[in-house]
């Protein structure tokens, strides 16, 4: 079936670091953009990273430098690494499956299940 399943949320201090996985089934995953969002506690849903079928990729600027996404085609998967997390970054994050219109990331309604992540001490 069509789904994306997300592994490597959890608990970390302040100045570490996380590595999210989302899985791809059921879609030629080559010819999506794909894109990380988070929700945190009274916040709306916000889009943090992209990145194209071509590898290109685009941060929302409080991650800038902190988040980078990849993605390996061979393995239908598309990673989140996250290092020098803040409180602030605590949310759920969500994987979504997109594409790129005049430029710009489009989310489809394709998502992951959503994934914890606290920073706290």
């Known amino acids: 079936q069509v789904q994306l399943v997300e592994s490597g949320g959890g608990l970390v201090q302040p100045g570490g670091a996380l590595r999210f996985s989302c899985a791809a089934s059921?879609?030629?995953?080559?010819?999506?953009?794909m894109g990380w969002y988070r929700q945190a506690p009274g916040k709306q849903r916000e889009l943090v990273a992209t990145?194209?079928?071509?590898?290109?990729?685009n941060y929302t600027d409080s991650v800038k430098g902190r988040f980078t996404i990849t993605r390996n085609t061979a393995k239908n998967t598309v990673y989140l690494q996250m290092n020098s997390l803040k409180p602030e970054d605590t949310a759920v994050y969500y994987c979504?499956?997109?594409?790129?219109?005049?430029?710009?990331?489009?989310?489809?309604?394709?998502w992951g299940q959503g994934t914890l992540v606290t920073v706290s001490s």
């Open positions: 979504n499956a997109g594409r790129i219109v005049a430029g710009v990331y489009k989310k489809l309604d394709l």
């Open positions: 059921g879609i030629i995953f080559s010819i999506y953009a």
């Open positions: 990145i194209t079928n071509g590898g290109t990729t």
